[in-house]
């Protein structure tokens, strides 16, 4: 067979799997929204999975860690959601995973007979209750690896120095202003985690790659330019870095922006089936680095992206002065509210020529409506275009 036919056969066989996989999907109908109250996930948990759970500790402001273990295969595997409270994505795909094992149990014995997954649900349950990024006590978990002044991420860290961890996933969601060549949305990003400035590509980086590749490989063809590498720029206080400096071959995973799917609902369906394909590519390669090579071949993420863009604004004023006006949406949970809001906030104004915006509006030949003559930075949008 010739290489461009035999080629062409791998890609369809490919896109058949991901097709017949993606038929599959089910989203856990118990949590519908973005937005995931922990006391609502722990009670789920407790009242469907008690066999499988147990408690690590509790936070900062008394509410309980659980760490589900499954399977009983000789691969051993931490993942850890919200350590960033908000970032939901992650949570949500493992919720949708053991919704899709209900269904496809043959999937589920299949996995679990070659790895072991300890996976703790949200590491940070303050900031996920209050829907921020840092603790009860403002630390960022991500950036505690050294100080340990937290009193959650010692409980993670303790867990992997303790588990002789073959893998480790460390879950997560990106920003908006993310692209992958300046056009198409970073739904996904990947990275194997530097262990020194240098960027040195070690052994224990190479497994890592080799997991990503398989992932790229098996979902790209489903969401066509729309996966990147994330930076891969060296942080001495991170987990991923330290996990990997120390021997633990670390995937971080980051779930970006899906093109007018601000809830990220399709984000949700594809970081699923990335992290279950994390899963068996980790199953079948075993600490092996076959194909690492092939993870450099992923686009990195470009910042190009703005969520919104008013070009072209003749603003109120004693002389000529027109520019664009940039807006993004800040998410915040409001009490009582089951489902996260979005407060388009002014970030720049000026030239913002090598920019884009996932959502432009020419106001060539409007009006700008406002009590101010400028608009504010870092201030909730308060004007209109008529």
């Not at 109908?29 to 147990?54: G, M, T, W």
């Not at 589920?108 to 997954?117: E, G, V």
């Not at 224990?204 to 790659?209: F, L, N, P, Q, V």
């Not at 992206?305 to 800040?330: G, M, P, S, W």
Request: aromatic share 12%.
């Amino acid at each position: 067979m010739a290489f461009l036919e035999k080629k062409i056969l791998n890609l369809e066989i490919v896109k058949l799997k991901l097709m017949l996989t993606n038929l599959n999907y089910l989203q856990n109908p118990n949590f519908p929204n973005r937005y995931i109250s922990p006391e609502k996930l722990f009670n789920f948990l407790q009242a469907n999975y008690d066999a499988v759970i147990s408690q690590l500790g509790s936070s900062y402001l008394e509410r309980p860690i659980y760490k589900m273990s499954l399977g009983a295969g000789d691969i051993k595997v931490l993942a850890w959601s919200q350590m960033h409270g908000n970032e939901s994505n992650a949570t949500h795909a493992m919720l949708d995973l053991l919704e899709i094992f209900k269904y496809q149990p043959d999937l589920q014995k299949d996995l679990f007979s070659k790895i072991t997954l300890d996976f703790i649900f949200m590491l940070n349950p303050d900031g996920s209750e209050k829907w921020t990024r840092r603790n009860g006590h403002d630390i960022d978990l991500n950036r505690d690896f050294l100080k340990q002044s937290s009193k959650e991420f010692p409980f993670l860290k303790e867990l992997a120095h303790k588990g002789s961890y073959d893998y480790a996933l460390n879950l997560h969601e990106q920003r908006t202003i993310f692209s992958t060549d300046g056009i198409h949305p970073a739904t996904l990003s990947f990275l194997a985690p530097a262990e020194d400035f240098e960027r040195t590509i070690t052994e224990t980086r190479k497994k890592a790659m080799a997991v990503i590749a398989r992932i790229y490989e098996k979902v790209e063809p489903e969401i066509p330019n729309q996966i990147a590498r994330y930076s891969d720029e060296f942080y001495p206080s991170s987990t991923g870095d330290n996990f990997t400096k120390f021997g633990i071959p670390t995937i971080l995973f980051e779930g970006g922006h899906f093109q007018n799917d601000y809830k990220r609902t399709g984000t949700r369906k594809y970081y699923t089936l990335a992290l279950y394909e994390g899963l068996v590519a980790i199953s079948d390669l075993a600490g092996k680095t076959d194909g690492w090579e092939s993870y450099q071949q992923i686009p990195e993420n470009k910042e190009s992206h703005y969520d919104l863009i008013y070009r072209n604004v003749k603003l109120n004023t004693d002389f000529e002065c027109i520019l664009d006006i940039a807006v993004q949406y800040k998410e915040e949970i409001k009490p009582e509210d089951d489902e996260i809001s979005f407060v388009p906030i002014v970030v720049e104004v000026g030239d913002i020529g090598k920019k884009k915006g996932w959502k432009e509006i020419d106001c060539t030949g409007k009006l700008f409506v406002s009590d101010r003559k400028f608009p504010k930075l870092d201030e909730e949008v308060d004007f209109k275009i008529e």
